[in-house]
Structure formats: structure tokens, C-alpha cells
Nanobody, 123 residues
Framework: VQLQASGGGLVQAGGSLRLSCEVS????????IGWFRQAPGKEREFVAA???????????NYADSVKGRFTISRDNTKNTGNLQMNSLKPEDTAVYYC??????????????WGQGTQVTVSS
């Protein structure tokens, strides 16, 4: 299983970025997708997750710090999970990682990880 995250960059506070995570080697439509981030000197933390769509309604989960600003989605036709980040703040600066093969807010609950993409928000 391979995950390729992209879309990071430098943006001013209040701006937007859209991260993407392409998953290969796994049946994407039945895979949950999670996003985590790690700021310098801090532990990696949960950001958002979306479950597999299947024949059920899609469920999402967000960290309190990003609720109302970030939106997680998926495109099963492209094997891609997305994280739309609006109203970005300097404290959102971190390396963002996507994950699959799990569920929950703990790192240990996810099996497969991408390489990370840097997001820098200037004040």
C-alpha cells in the first residue's frame, strides 16, 4: 500500500490550501482515510478522518481545532482523499500526513502512512 500526499505550500494567514492523498495497492472505496499533522517540536496529532463510503452514509470526524475550517472528502473514482483547509492560521503550520487502514484519533490505530507534505502559514 502506498500513499502520496501533495498540495502543501506557503500561504498567508486567512488563506486556503487543498491537500490530496492518492492511495494505491489497496481497495480505496473500502478504505478509511485520515489526516494527521506534526508541528516542529510537537507530537503528531489527529486532524480529520473519513470512513469508506460503501453502501453507508459517509462519516467524518474532525479535531476541535479545525472544525468549521477544514473539510475532508474523498473521490473513489480517483483513489484520492482530500483535505480542504480554509481560514488558515499560523498554528496550522506543520507537516501533514495522510493515513489509511484504520480509524480513530490515535496514531496507533492507522496502519499505512504517506510521506507528508509541508504546510506553512505566515502571519
Amino acid at each position: 500500500v502506498q500513499l502520496q500526499a501533495s498540495g502543501g505550500g506557503l500561504v498567508q494567514a486567512g488563506g486556503s490550501l487543498r491537500l490530496s492523498c492518492e492511495v494505491s495497492g489497496r481497495t480505496f472505496s473500502s478504505s478509511n482515510i485520515g489526516w494527521f499533522r506534526q508541528a516542529p517540536g510537537k507530537e503528531r496529532e489527529f486532524v480529520a478522518a473519513i470512513n469508506w463510503s460503501g453502501d453507508r452514509n459517509t462519516n467524518t470526524n474532525y479535531a476541535d481545532s479545525v472544525k468549521g475550517r477544514f473539510t475532508i472528502s474523498r473521490d473513489n473514482t480517483k483513489n484520492t482523499g482530500n483535505l480542504q483547509m480554509n481560514s488558515l492560521k499560523p498554528e496550522d503550520t506543520a507537516v501533514y500526513y495522510c493515513a489509511t487502514g484504520g480509524w480513530g484519533t490515535s496514531l496507533t490505530m492507522w496502519r499505512y502512512w504517506g510521506q507528508g507534505t509541508q504546510v506553512t502559514v505566515s502571519s
